[in-house]
């Protein structure tokens, strides 16, 4: 816009410079502004000369203009400045708007005076600066664009070792790895030997706590087993009475133990045991002590899922079930298995026997319970396997079975099928 006001400036001192008054005050001249379009009929580029005193006559135009007149502006509404000159806009002659640029100047002695006036296409200025402003937004917009991916890639290439921690973390979580390994940046170095100093920390505890168990399992064993010897020695009702409450108290230590083993290996980050092979020897000997029942399972519904816990305690698990289901069913005992989400999955063991009421079953939950003393057991079965599952955060539901008789469902964290490195 600048260029364009000091291009009109310049053009109108050409023009003053190129007319002249003759004696009798007629303007005279022909004047070149160097510019084609003032000989272009209607180009929006005019200029004109008339005169501005009493004493000059006639009207210089360019070719562009003719003998058209365009409008002008009072000098009470825009002023001339202190150069005696001013600019304002009107609208052409074909619907353009112009800027008019003018002054008004004595040619001679005499006082003949005229007023210069040159006027501009501002409309082919204004499509030129909306021109410029969509070039301008489009390229700080690829600026833009090209900065945010810049800086995206700046963080994500940032944050690439932190994906490989937290990768690392989730193979040690799924038993896929021990420890964290691989280089680090000297940034994220410190957080890998910290994390693997606490798995080391981690595993010293469950190894501690295994070594405890199994003194405390030592220590207690002999005097259990002596006081059962010494009851079945004594004989009689009270030496019967001392072996089973000597059983009942191994029982309940064994009950013990267990847990204590359990709520210390859930806690670790390395136990990871396939279902299809531990469901499939479990079924076959729950199949080889019951040969009058049939076991339907179906080993494809356990494919690719595997308990994030120790072997022993699933097997406990599924194995206490599978008892209670023998000792009950009519003659058929039905297992399968099933995804529940990403990181669960549920076995469920039913059978067609009598099944329980809700009363009943809140009453096998507890330790010790029995609903039919007649039935050999300790009445720890259930209790056993809802403390279990509750130590690996699971769920167990008792109900009534499809096939008639009890349904017990019980739903357990799953890792990935992927092998361990």
């Known amino acids: 816009m600048r260029g364009f006001e000091d291009l ?5 001192y050409n023009l003053v410079n190129s007319v002249t008054a003759a004696p009798d005050g007629r303007l005279s001249g022909n004047p070149d502004l160097g510019d084609l379009r003032y000989a272009q009929p209607l180009s929006g580029w005019y200029w004109e000369v008339v005169p501005a005193s009493a004493n000059t006559h006639g009207r210089l135009t360019s070719g562009s203009l003719g003998f058209l007149d365009i409008a002008t502006q009072p000098a009470q509404l825009v002023p001339f400045d202190a150069s005696y000159r001013r600019s304002y806009d009107v609208d052409g ?15 001679d002695p005499a006082n003949h005076a005229a007023r210069f006036r040159v006027m501009g296409n501002l409309s082919s200025v204004a499509a030129d600066v909306a021109q ?10 690829a600026v833009g664009l090209g900065s945010v991916l810049v800086n995206v890639l700046a963080i994500l290439f940032g944050l690439w070792p ?8 989730a193979d040690v979580r799924d038993g896929r790895a021990e420890r964290l390994e691989g280089r680090f940046p000297a940034e994220i170095a ?6 693997n100093a606490l798995i080391d920390n981690n595993r010293r505890i469950v190894e501690r706590s295994r070594t405890q168990v199994g003194n405390l399992a030592h220590s207690l064993k002999t005097p259990i087993a002596i006081l059962i010897n010494e009851a079945e020695a004594l004989g009689g009702e009270h030496g019967r009475v001392i072996a089973e409450q000597s059983g009942r108290m191994r029982g309940q230590v064994q009950h013990y133990l267990d847990r204590a083993r359990v709520a210390a290996q859930s806690e670790s980050v390395v136990f990871r045991t396939p279902v299809r092979p531990a469901l499939e020897r479990i079924v076959r000997v729950i199949a080889k002590l019951n040969p009058n029942l049939f076991v339907a399972f179906d080993p494809a519904s356990a494919d690719g899922m595997v308990f994030g816990g120790e072997r022993q305690d699933y097997e406990e698990i599924v194995g206490n079930l599978l008892d209670n289901a023998g000792k009950w069913a009519h003659s058929t005992i039905r297992v399968t298995c099933s995804r529940v989400s990403p990181n669960r999955f ?7 026997g009598e099944g329980l009421s809700e009363a009943e079953i809140e009453k096998a939950r507890k330790r ?8 050999p057991g300790s009445g720890l079965g259930l209790s056993i396997v809802s ?3 509750a130590e690996y955060r699971g769920s167990l539901e008792l109900g009534r079975s499809e096939i008639g008789g009890l349904k017990a469902r019980v739903e357990l964290p799953s890792l990935s099928d992927e092998p361990t490195a």
């Open 132 to 141: 410029f402003d969509h070039q301008l937004a489009f390229y700080l917009g």
């Open 162 to 169: 932190l994906a490989t921690v937290r990768r690392s973390l």
């Open 190 to 195: 410190p957080l890998a030997q910290e994390m």
């Open 346 to 352: 549920a076995t469920t063991i039913e059978d067609d």
């Open 93 to 107: 002659l074909g619907g353009e708007r112009l800027r008019v640029t003018e002054t008004e100047v004595v040619l």
């Open 387 to 389: 403390d279990i599952v």
């Open 368 to 375: 010790g319970q029995r609903l039919d003393e007649a039935t």
């Open 8 to 12: 009109l400036t310049a053009q109108l």
